[in-house]
Structure formats: C-alpha cells, structure tokens
C-alpha cells in the first residue's frame, strides 16, 4: 500500500490544522493507521493510532483531547485533526499503515510510511 501525507503548514499557536493520509493500491481500513511525529534532533514519537478493524483511537498523551484521528473509508483515507496547536508540537509528521491483529504504537513496527509532511507552530 502506498501512503500519501498532506496538509502540513504553518499556523499559530492555537490554530488547527487537518492533516489527511491517502492510500492507493489497497484497501485502507484493512490496516491499522498511525500517526508518527519527529522533530529535529529527537526521535520519531506515536501521536495516534486507529484500529482497522474496531476504529477504536489511540493518543499519545501529549496529544489527548486536542487531536482527533478518524477514517473515511470512502475516501481511503485518515485524517488527523489538530486543535489547539502548540509550539512543541511543531515536527514532520508521518502516517503509517501496518496489518495484524493488534494496534501498535511502536513506530518500527509499522511496515508502510507515507512521506511526511511539515507542521510548524509559531507562539
């Protein structure tokens, strides 16, 4: 499957933005779909997750009650909606797709990466 990541930006602190992860060649809610973060000089960090099967959402806690992740099947896609952005949320961002049975928030378990894409949060 292969992954396309958009909707990256610059926004200030306290604005929203919605970053989508499209699928081509397979079915996306086959796979469970994460989200990833990285930013300069730190390691790549889970923001969210959504089961394939169940859609039950998983958050980092730095990130609980102001993200969203959720699925259009339709679309083959999943979204991340990002609220009350802060500075330190400022990284490139990645989606990722993995099958199996359970949900993981272990980036290297993931089999599929999109290409990311930039979020900057300006105070």
């Known amino acids: 499957v292969q992954l396309q990541a958009c909707g990256g930006g610059l926004v200030q602190a306290g604005g929203s933005l919605r970053l989508s992860c499209t699928a081509s060649?397979?079915?996306?809610?086959?796979?469970?779909v994460g989200w990833f973060r990285q930013a300069p000089g730190k390691e790549r960090e889970f923001v969210a997750a959504?089961?394939?099967?169940?859609?039950?959402?998983y958050y980092a806690d730095s990130v609980k009650g102001r993200f969203t992740i959720s699925r259009d099947n339709a679309e083959n896609t999943v979204y991340l909606q990002m609220n009350s952005l802060k500075p330190e949320d400022t990284a490139v961002y990645y989606c990722?797709?993995?099958?199996?049975?359970?949900?993981?928030?272990?980036?290297?378990?993931?089999?599929?990466w999109g290409q990311g894409t930039q979020v900057t949060v300006s105070s």
């Open positions: 990722a797709a993995r099958g199996g049975i359970h949900i993981s928030s272990s980036w290297s378990s993931y089999n599929y």
């Open positions: 959504i089961s394939g099967r169940s859609g039950s959402t």
């Open positions: 060649g397979r079915t996306l809610s086959s796979y469970h």
